[in-house]
C-alpha cells in the first residue's frame, strides 16, 4: 500500500461542517475522504452545490475515495437519493461507489446490482454485506459480485460486519481479496444487549481501541493480495465521537491506523 491509499470515511463526517471536515482531514494527512449523499445533501442547503464541493476537495487536495450509499431494492423516496448519487459520480469522481442491500431478496439485489455496474463506468462498484441487510455474509455478499460479470464489481469489506457476520481471517483468500475495492476498519467493544445495526452506526471506537483482531485481519488481507493490498478506510463511526472536534476526531485516525498498519507491518 502506498501512503495516498489511505482515506478517512464519510460517516466520520456525519453532522459536520464540509470545509472544517476538509481541513481537519489534511492536515493530519490523510490523501483522501468518504462523501456522502447525506453531505450532499447538507451541503445544498447550505448552497454549496457538488460543482463547489469538488472545487474544495481540489483546493484542499483531497480526491474522493468512495461515494455512498446506493441503496439496492428501494421503490420510496431512497430511490431518489439513489439518483443523487448516480448523478454525483461525474462530479466528485470517486475511486468506488458504495452498494448495500436493505430491502427485497438477495435475488433481486443480484439483479439490480449487475444493473447497476453496467451503468456506472468510470469507477468501482463496490457492494458492502452488512449481518442486518438483506445480503448478510461475505460468500453471498462473493456470489452477487461475481454474478455481475463486470470488471467493476466490488467488494468492500467493513471490518465491523466481517466479524459480526460470523467471517474469520482464514476467509481472506487470494480470490476475495482479488475482488475487494477496499478496507474499512474501525473497532468494537463490548455491549452487552445491544443489537447489530446499533453498534455498527452509534457505537465504533478507533482501530485498536476495542476487542476485534484487526492486525490478524490486516496480515490475512495482506498475505492474500500479495504486492498490490486494498485501500484502507478509517470509519469510527461514533455518536459520542461526533460531540468532539473534527480536527481531534481526524488526528485521532490518523493515529490510530497509523500504529495498527505498523503492527500488521503493512507496506508503506
Not at 475511486?95 to 435475488?107: I, K, L, N, Q, Y
Not at 456470489?143 to 467488494?155: F, I, M, T
Not at 459480526?164 to 481471517?169: E, K, Q, T, Y
Not at 477496499?182 to 478507533?206: I, T
Request: hydrophobic letters at 50%.
Amino acid at each position: 500500500m502506498t501512503f495516498d491509499q489511505l482515506a478517512l470515511g464519510a460517516m466520520t463526517f456525519r453532522g459536520r461542517d464540509f470545509e472544517a471536515s476538509l481541513d481537519a482531514a489534511r492536515r493530519s494527512g490523510f490523501p483522501a475522504v468518504g462523501i456522502s449523499v447525506a453531505q450532499c445533501v447538507a451541503c445544498l442547503e447550505r448552497g454549496i452545490p457538488p460543482e463547489a464541493m469538488a472545487e474544495a476537495l481540489r483546493d484542499h487536495g483531497l480526491r474522493v475515495a468512495e461515494l455512498e450509499l446506493i441503496r439496492l431494492g428501494e421503490h420510496g423516496i431512497a430511490r431518489h437519493l439513489n439518483a443523487l448519487v448516480i448523478d454525483l459520480i461525474g462530479i466528485l469522481n470517486p475511486d468506488r461507489v458504495h452498494v448495500a442491500a436493505f430491502s427485497g431478496t438477495v435475488e433481486d439485489a443480484q439483479r439490480e446490482f449487475a444493473t447497476l455496474c453496467e451503468e456506472i463506468t468510470t469507477a468501482d462498484v463496490a457492494f458492502e454485506f452488512m449481518p442486518y441487510s438483506t445480503v448478510r455474509d461475505l460468500p453471498t455478499a462473493v456470489d452477487l459480485v461475481r454474478a455481475a460479470g463486470s470488471p467493476r464489481a466490488k467488494l468492500v469489506l467493513d471490518v465491523v460486519h466481517f466479524f459480526r457476520s460470523g467471517a474469520d481471517v482464514t476467509d481472506l483468500t487470494p480470490d476475495v481479496l482479488a475482488l475487494t475495492a477496499g478496507l474499512q476498519l474501525s473497532d468494537l467493544v463490548p455491549r452487552p444487549g445491544k443489537g447489530l445495526a446499533e453498534e455498527s452506526r452509534h457505537l465504533r471506537a478507533f482501530p485498536g481501541d476495542g476487542v476485534l483482531p484487526l492486525a490478524d485481519f490486516l496480515r490475512a488481507a495482506l498475505a492474500a493480495s500479495g504486492d498490490t493490498p486494498p485501500p484502507v478506510t478509517v470509519e469510527p463511526v461514533s455518536d459520542a465521537l461526533e460531540t468532539l472536534p473534527v480536527a481531534w476526531v481526524a488526528e485521532r485516525a490518523m493515529q490510530s491506523i497509523a500504529c495498527l498498519l505498523t503492527a500488521a507491518n503493512w507496506p508503506a
